[in-house]
């Protein structure tokens, strides 16, 4: 289908790992890709920032593999919860393996949220898939995002051998799904 | 007296930091006798304006330089009051413009109309190309409050005057002398209030020209023929590497959404007003959301109010963050054109 992002149909680089960024505008994607690319490591990184799949055409020849893909949600922004909601139906089946994370920022302001937390955790238990608390507002805080995504990022690079994010999903202790979408 | 305490108080509303220059305008006092007695840098604002009124008081100060002062101030802080907007009219008989515009016979027009209803000072000051009036009506008793004090501004020539707020008492009195010293027979009050009086200005007498039409007024459309253009392109340093691994996937979209932007409102800063209000009396649109209306067919009265310190502003970024759909519809669109703080949307019958 036209539109769907494939996880595999292209040949990866040595020793590289590209991430995407999915969220609205404004959310600090840019912050973060930022503190992501400060953040000294081992392997090369290039990061990719978007506001919704599908990706545009115009990119796809140059676009390298997609290792990782992250959803960023503000819970203060109705828009951007319901944005990830209908662009996760667009991402090929193998990146819920163990290639999606997703973000969440503003969960400590219960005062100013829109988005109800138990849609959020229905909806990271829907697709299985982890999801990271933190926020882009600071450096401090941003950098700590960064390391937190940069852990999964290296697995996924191959810096940890005999490590795959599949190893890491299957390891993980299986538990009810508590919430549902 | 209170000519003296009317000094201080207008007096104690400058920064120090502006008396130096505040002084050289007003011209009642020379300012080199200042500089043997205050130290504008060191000395405290209440001591500085303290000796300024003793000097004023010893010069037997009068009304009128104190009213000066005070449009010195109004002149150079127009964006603390709430400003109305007043349209005149002339029956077609007349040319349609004014005959004059020399500031003195204004001035004496309208002192001469405003003294069959009330005492009063009137007082006028120049800036650029408009007149601004102080006009302050004696109330009964002897405290001045600030309400007995009006300001106006007026570009000559042009068919509209700004007014600052006017007691309901004073208005029908005041709006007359307005109306018959300039010599035109309507004036209605247009639905256009705001702070800020250079924005005002602009929407009403640039009313045809704001948008991507501005940059015509503000010569930005030609470049300079004889600018020399930058052939060298100097290498960009190390943050250019960090930004080679960071893409930004709708990058095409984006300028795409900023092209349109920029046609429709123009490159330069909107015009500031702080509050918007549409007035809706359309039938209800989303149906999509709540099936249950769909047979409803009857208009629905509605309020929307934008606010802001630049609502205009905010309109033309609305379109670039991506929280509305480009093109915006011609009620959003034609904001800036429309000079109106409110605005009525109802169904094309």
């Known amino acids: 289908m036209a539109g769907i992002l494939k996880a595999y149909n292209k040949v990866p680089a040595l020793n590289t790992a590209t991430v995407l960024l999915v969220g609205v505008e404004g959310i600090g994607k840019h912050k973060l890709a930022n503190a992501m690319l400060d953040l000294n490591i081992t392997f090369n990184l290039h990061v990719r920032t978007t506001t919704s799949l599908p990706l545009p055409e115009e990119n796809a020849e140059t676009r390298p593999r997609i290792d990782l893909v992250v959803f960023m949600i503000d819970m203060s922004k109705k828009n951007s919860f319901a944005m ?6 667009l991402l090929d089946i193998n990146y819920f393996l163990g290639r999606v994370n997703f973000v969440i920022t503003h969960a400590d302001k219960p005062h100013s949220q829109n988005v109800t937390l138990p849609a959020v955790l229905g909806l990271c238990d829907t697709y299985d898939s982890p999801m990271v608390w933190g926020s882009t507002e600071t450096t401090e805080s941003c950098h700590c995002l960064a390391r937190k995504i940069l852990t999964t990022t290296e697995i ?13 999903r299957a390891t993980r202790l299986p538990c009810e799904y508590s919430e549902t979408l | 007296m209170d000519v003296v305490l009317s000094l201080r108080r207008i007096l104690n509303r400058f920064k120090k930091t502006d008396f130096v220059e505040i002084l050289k305008t007003w011209n009642f006092i020379n ?18 304006v303290s000796r300024i009124t003793e000097i004023c008081r010893e010069k037997n100060i009068r009304p009128y330089h104190v009213a000066q002062l005070d449009l010195i101030y109004q002149q150079k802080n127009p964006n603390c009051k709430n400003w109305t907007v007043f349209k005149l009219s002339q029956t077609s008989d007349k040319n349609g413009k004014q005959e004059t515009a020399e500031y003195s016979v204004l001035e004496d027009s309208l002192r001469q109309q405003l003294a069959v209803f009330f005492r009063h000072d009137l007082d006028s000051r120049p800036q650029g190309e408009s007149l601004w009036f102080r006009l302050h009506i004696h109330g009964i008793g002897v405290q001045v409050s600030t309400s007995d004090v009006i300001y106006m501004v007026y570009h000559p020539h042009s068919s509209y005057i700004i ?46 020209c704001q948008g991507s039409f501005s940059q015509y007024r503000l010569n930005q459309a030609d470049c300079n023929p004889l600018g020399r253009k930058k052939t060298i392109k100097r290498k ?30 123009g490159t330069s800063q909107q015009p500031t007003l702080e509050r918007l209000t549409f007035q809706l009396k359309t039938r209800f649109r989303g149906q999509h959301h709540i099936p249950a209306m769909v047979g409803h067919h009857s208009p629905i009265h509605c309020t929307v109010k934008f606010e802001g310190h630049s609502v205009i502003e905010g309109i033309k970024h609305l379109g670039t963050c991506g929280l509305a759909s480009l093109p915006l519809p011609s009620h959003l669109a034609n904001v800036h054109s429309l000079a109106k703080n409110t605005i009525s949307l109802a169904e094309k019958s």
């Open chain 2, 31 to 48: 300012i080199d006798d200042l500089y043997a007695s205050i130290d504008f840098q060191r000395n405290t604002k209440t001591t500085i």
């Open chain 2, 236 to 265: 960009d340093s190390s943050p250019d590497a960090l930004r080679s691994r960071l893409t930004y996937e709708n990058l095409q979209d984006k300028k795409a959404r900023i092209c349109k932007t920029e046609e429709t409102f």
């Open chain 1, 156 to 168: 996924i690079a191959g810096c940890k051998s005999h490590v795959t994010p599949m190893l890491i």
């Open chain 2, 163 to 208: 007014t600052s707020a006017i007691k309901v008492t004073y208005k029908d009195y005041v709006l007359q002398a307005v109306l018959t010293s300039l010599k035109c027979t309507q004036l209605k009050e247009l639905q256009l209030r705001g702070k800020n009086l250079k924005s005002l200005a602009d929407m009403t007498l640039y009313q045809q």
């Open chain 1, 84 to 89: 990830v909601e209908n662009c996760v139906k």
